[in-house]
């Protein structure tokens, strides 16, 4: 029998990527799912950038590319930045890949050592503790499920687990699965408290161009000028542009990390996805516009949700600043229902409705709910009416 290594026995599956599996499973069965599961922008691609990757490969634009990405798309994300964020990281700075959860892995897998510790929020995206103990690390948890200072992304949560053992810390603004930002000051506390103890920040920003309020989302690389060797950033475009299956990330990292990086993908994937790199250049090159309609689709939604979620009652909630989830509190409908726990809830809610949700559990905050709104309206209103009148039934 094949005798798999520790390394991989010490990591579980990604309950959200088995959640689309679950759902692709359940429609082959003829069954008409409603899903709040997995964050995956409902909308399809925009047309430009899909024309993008169609003339790509008539062009032949079909071969192998430099391994960490065509010139031509770390020029677009050159100029994506300086537009955003006032800045220009070097070419070097910047290493595409297979999705920014690959960017992660790979700079996860270049910095960690057996027994280092990283800081990650909790809740967390379901990733980052595996990714960590994939790579011999200690997942420790900045805490953002205090009452009083619920979700708060605050910089004392991330400098209270600092040990001689932090190598890493791990900040995902907006968040997943909570929607909160981390404002201005906290990052700049943040970055300049770990870089002076020589403890890399890693800022997951994928969601960074979702957001609903005024706040001005701050650029980590800039905001302590003197710790910039100690900052990377990891981006996706999977939910910006809804590309998800095309698969394109990017971090931009110091460069001595960037060509650490580039070696691993160099024995791994080779490159990103030819075709997906064209489309992208396209993606960042382009009129906003179709960005901006999807964010406002999302706006209109979260507002809904939370009415909604009003109306029905004893759920507890933050209203997200950004992404495209409510995390929400449902100990009082766990515990009137006579449930063991948030996954025995969301796999009854799956059985009897039809409804896709996520277990807080697998964010690391029991009794919660994760329910994505990237989903239509049309789904989102009988999803709601059906959870209502089930969260009402006295069993
Ligand atoms: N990141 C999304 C989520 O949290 C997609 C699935 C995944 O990669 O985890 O649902």
């Known amino acids: 029998m094949v005798q798999l290594s520790d390394r991989v026995q010490s990591v579980t599956g990604s309950p959200t990527v088995k959640l689309i599996q679950i759902k692709s499973q359940l429609q082959a069965q003829g069954k008409m799912i409603l899903d709040f599961g997995a964050g995956e922008p409902d909308f399809p691609t925009p047309e430009n950038i899909k024309e993008a990757g169609i003339a790509a490969i008539q062009k032949n634009f079909t071969k192998y590319t430099t391994t960490s990405g065509i010139s031509e798309l770390k020029q677009a994300i ?134 609903y309020t005024d706040t001005d989302y701050p650029s980590p690389m800039d905001l302590v000028p003197e710790a910039r060797d100690m900052v990377a950033v990891v981006s996706s475009l999977s939910k910006t542009f809804a590309m998800t299956g095309w698969r394109i990330g990017y971090a ?59 109306e029905i009652g004893h759920i507890t909630y933050v209203i997200p600043d950004g992404a495209f989830y409510f995390f929400a509190d449902f100990s009082y409908d766990i515990a009137k229902k006579n449930f063991k726990d948030d996954s025995q809830l969301a796999m009854d809610i799956l059985e009897k409705l039809n409804i896709i949700l996520v277990p807080g559990s697998a964010f690391g905050a029991p009794n919660y709910l994760r329910i994505s709104y990237a989903t239509a309206m049309k789904d989102i209103t009988m999803g709601l009416h059906k959870i209502e009148t089930y969260l009402r039934q006295v069993d």
């Not at 070097?92 to 057996?114: C, E, H, R, T």
Request: proline share 6%; charged share 20%.
């Open 78 to 211: 050159q100029r994506a930045y300086q537009h955003e964020q006032g800045l220009t990281p070097s070419e070097k700075q910047i290493v595409v890949s297979p999705g920014s959860k690959y960017s992660l892995f790979l700079l996860l897998q270049a910095v960690i050592n057996p027994g280092d510790e990283v800081i990650i929020p909790r809740p967390y995206w379901v990733s980052y503790p595996e990714m960590v103990k994939f790579c011999g690390g200690r997942a420790v948890y900045a805490d953002h499920l205090q009452p009083g200072a619920l979700f708060e992304l605050t910089a004392a949560s991330y400098m209270s687990q600092y040990k001689a053992k932090t190598k890493a810390v791990i900040i995902n603004s907006p968040s997943n699965p909570t929607g909160k930002i981390m404002n201005r000051e906290e990052l700049r506390q943040t970055i300049d408290f770990f870089s002076k103890k020589n403890v890399l920040t890693i800022i997951d920003d994928c969601y960074r161009k979702i957001i």
């Open 252 to 310: 931009i990292v110091p460069e001595t990390l960037a060509a650490a990086m580039t070696k691993i993908q160099e024995h791994s994937t080779s490159n990103p996805c030819s075709i997906s790199q064209k489309a992208a250049v396209e993606a960042l090159s382009s009129d906003q516009s179709a960005v901006q309609a999807m964010v406002n689709e999302y706006r209109r939604r979260r507002d809904y949700f939370a009415q909604r979620i009003d």
